[in-house]
């Protein structure tokens, strides 16, 4: 996912206040995680802006704009990442994943994000981490090591759950699609794919979370109903 959300939930998530209710506790830690995405919407551009500005090597106005076709990088980057998601889907669902799927279900569950929500979160994630990790490191480190490097400060690439690392395997390689997307079309098409990836994999979390049973995801209790996804 992604992209990207396991240092953002971590963050989030605990440790959990005591003296407050599950649905409270869900509200604060939601306003800290559309914070935290929109931090990313604006700090990681800054930083791929600051290496464009001092770096003969980068050029974000020639890296978005690619080809000038935008169009074609708006199909593309739906394209592969309707195809990332829709694989990823299907590895973390997974009986093999079973663990790592409710893991990450009861984790977004608490938060109960609407689509906006979604949206949001996956629209800041596409355009920050792919500003700066397509746009500004990659073009010093190759697409091979700054997706190994992407996946693995997203905890994707764990030594010590090699579920995880299954499914982190998989982004790896969907991370490079990216950045092949990025130097071949254009950023936007990697910041397309980016936030499909993202807006699909939230949704069929946050609808997992929802099949987990409340005995094994207390954080689900008393919730008022929001809008359905």
Known sequence: MGAQF???????????????????????KKRILLRLALATLIGMPLVAIMVD???ETVNLQLAITGDGKYWEQLAAGGFVGIMIAVTAHMIIASPLLDAVNSSYARMLG???LTFS???LISLCAGVGEEMLFRGAVQPFLGIPVTSIF????HGYLNPRDWRISIYGLFMTAGIACL??????????????GHTVIDVYLLIYLQRSAKSIPVTHNPDLVDF?????I
């Open 117 to 119: 929500e979604i949206l």
């Open 224 to 228: 008022p109903e929001e809008e359905e």
């Open 150 to 153: 992407f996946v693995a400060i």
């Open 6 to 28: 396991a240092f953002v939930f971590n963050l989030a998530v605990n440790p959990k206040p005591l003296i407050l209710k599950p649905y409270l506790c869900s509200m604060l």
């Open 53 to 55: 500005r001092f770096s």
């Open 110 to 112: 608490r938060f109960r």
């Open 179 to 192: 950045g092949y997307l990025a130097e071949s079309r254009g950023l936007l098409s990697a910041i397309i």
